[in-house]
Structures are given as structure tokens and as C-alpha cells.
T-cell receptor
Framework: GIQVEQSPPDLILQEGANSTLRCNFSDSVNNLQWFHQNPWGQLINLFYIPSGTKQNGRLSATTVATERYSLLYISSSQTTDSGVYFCAVVIVGGSYIPTFGRGTSLIVHP | DSGVTQTPKHLITATGQRVTLRCSPRSGDLSVYWYQQSLDQGLQFLIQYYNGEERAKGNILERFSAQQFPDLHSELNLSSLELGDSALYFC??????????FGEGSRLTVL
């Protein structure tokens, strides 16, 4: 099956710092999403981005489908950015079931 | 608010018992997915329904079952519960594009 690898597994930042989270996948994808799981366990949609670049406030994402990776950029991080960031992919010609990476755990200190 | 509603939010029960988790998808979404997230684990796909029919199965135990009703809400039934079944159970829904929207989850604790 498809392999989805996220890096780094853990990240600790000081408030105001910038960071880049990476998601590598082993096959061509139809869909790719980024989610933020906050400390209360809620999964929040960040981006639906099978290709290209999108921005939403301090967050932006880029997917380079031909090279099988996606990046999530967090600028001027805030303590509320803490939590776990997941990417999920749906592969071309596959089961259409989103497969999740194991996530990047982010802690932002004040 | 994602538009996906899950109940109950929290549930505490004993080993050997049976529970039912309920999910109402977003308006217009025909697909419903169930995922399990155990402590410090990723999201494991359990099962998917599309317009009332089972479409895909993941690593769902035989003690677990699910269904999707004509009004498109879905229920996940967990029986003969074991300590290891304690987890967050998420429901998600999507339209044909496959973009997932998650409910807030049902946190199950088995004592």
C-alpha cells in the first residue's frame, strides 16, 4: 500500500518562529489534505491541496505531485498552533480511502 | 464547525459491554468514514459507507460493525469491549471529491 511519511516527528518552537512540515508519499495522488489536531483532539481542516500552492493567513501549503511531497509552512507561530499536524492522501487508482501519515507533533512555547 | 455531528462526545463503560456511536454527515455528503485513534497513535481507517452501502473496509475487528441509514447518518457498534478498545473514534464525511470533514470524535474509555 501507499507509504505516507511525515517529518519531523516532533518540533518545538518559540512563539514567533517559522517552521516547515513535510509529507512524502510513495505513489501518485488524487487528493491530499492537511489537518491540525488541537490539544482537545479536534481535527481541523487546513488545506485540500492535491497540487499547487494555497495560503490561509499565516499558514500556506505546497504540493509537488510529480515529486511526491507536500510542505506545510507555519509563519510567526503562536501557542495556539500547538498540536499534531497530519497529512492524508488518496492515491490514483487506489481504494479512494485517505491514508494518514503519523503526524508531526508541534509545541509552541510562549 | 465542520458540519459533521458525532454523539456521544464521551463514553465510559466496562469490559464486555456494547456501545453505539452515532454520526450525522454534512448536508449533501454521501460518504461516511470511521477512523480509530488510540493513545499516541495515528488514525486507523475502519470502514466507509457510500449512500447506504459499505464501500471499503479497513482493519475493523469482527466485534465492530457499522451501518449507514437512508437518512445518511451512520452508527458504529462496538461489542464485547476490551480495555484496548479505549480510543477516540472519528467519523468523517465527504462529497465525491473525497475532501474529508471530521466530527469532533467520540472518546471511549473502557474500564
Amino acid at each position: 500500500g501507499i507509504q505516507v511519511e511525515q517529518s519531523p516527528p516532533d518540533l518545538i518552537l518559540q512563539e514567533g518562529a517559522n517552521s516547515t512540515l513535510r509529507c512524502n508519499f510513495s505513489d501518485s495522488v488524487n487528493n491530499l489534505q492537511w489537518f491540525h489536531q488541537n490539544p482537545w483532539g479536534q481535527l481541523i481542516n487546513l488545506f485540500y491541496i492535491p497540487s499547487g500552492t494555497k495560503q490561509n493567513g499565516r499558514l500556506s501549503a505546497t504540493t509537488v505531485a510529480t515529486e511526491r511531497y507536500s510542505l506545510l509552512y507555519i509563519s510567526s507561530s503562536q501557542t495556539t498552533d500547538s498540536g499534531v499536524y497530519f497529512c492524508a492522501v488518496v492515491i490514483v487508482g487506489g481504494s479512494y480511502i485517505p491514508t494518514f501519515g503519523r503526524g508531526t507533533s508541534l509545541i509552541v512555547h510562549p | 464547525d465542520s458540519g459533521v455531528t458525532q454523539t456521544p462526545k464521551h463514553l465510559i463503560t466496562a469490559t464486555g459491554q456494547r456501545v453505539t456511536l452515532r454520526c450525522s454527515p454534512r448536508s449533501g455528503d454521501l460518504s461516511v468514514y470511521w477512523y480509530q485513534q488510540s493513545l499516541d497513535q495515528g488514525l486507523q481507517f475502519l470502514i466507509q459507507y457510500y449512500n447506504g452501502e459499505e464501500r471499503a473496509k479497513g482493519n475493523i475487528l469482527e466485534r465492530f460493525s457499522a451501518q449507514q441509514f437512508p437518512d445518511l447518518h451512520s452508527e458504529l457498534n462496538l461489542s464485547s469491549l476490551e480495555l484496548g478498545d479505549s480510543a477516540l473514534y472519528f467519523c468523517a464525511s465527504s462529497k465525491d471529491t473525497g475532501e474529508l470533514f471530521f466530527g469532533e470524535g467520540s472518546r471511549l474509555t473502557v474500564l
